[in-house]
């Protein structure tokens, strides 16, 4: 199975905004982590069996779409509990067209 977390496994013009959408949370005190960006139809059905992804496929993360990551907050135990810092992640990512 593949679940890449390698930000150049993405669409070219979606990577260059990954690593600037990076930037600013850097630099807005977000210690980001990007914890997946594409993945193949098995992983993408063990994660839709698991509950942690809503569809099966076709999805924004497929090989050969890379058009969706995920991620985190970098700080162990804290990973998706912090819902200010998805808000401010969010906007940021607004910022850059996400």
Request: net charge neutral; charged share 25%; hydrophobic share 35%.
């Amino acid at each position: 199975m593949l679940n890449s977390r390698d930000i150049d496994d993405l669409r070219a013009d979606v990577a260059a905004n990954c690593r600037v959408w990076m930037q600013l949370c850097r630099d807005a005190g977000l210690a980001v982590c990007i914890t997946g960006t594409v993945r193949d139809r098995a992983y993408q059905e063990y994660c839709y069996q698991n509950g942690t992804s809503k569809g099966r496929v076709p999805t924004f993360h497929a090989q050969g779409v890379g058009l969706a990551f995920d991620f985190c907050k970098n700080v162990k135990g804290q990973e998706y509990s912090d819902p200010a810092f998805f808000q401010r992640a969010g906007e940021l990512g607004e910022r850059v067209g996400f």
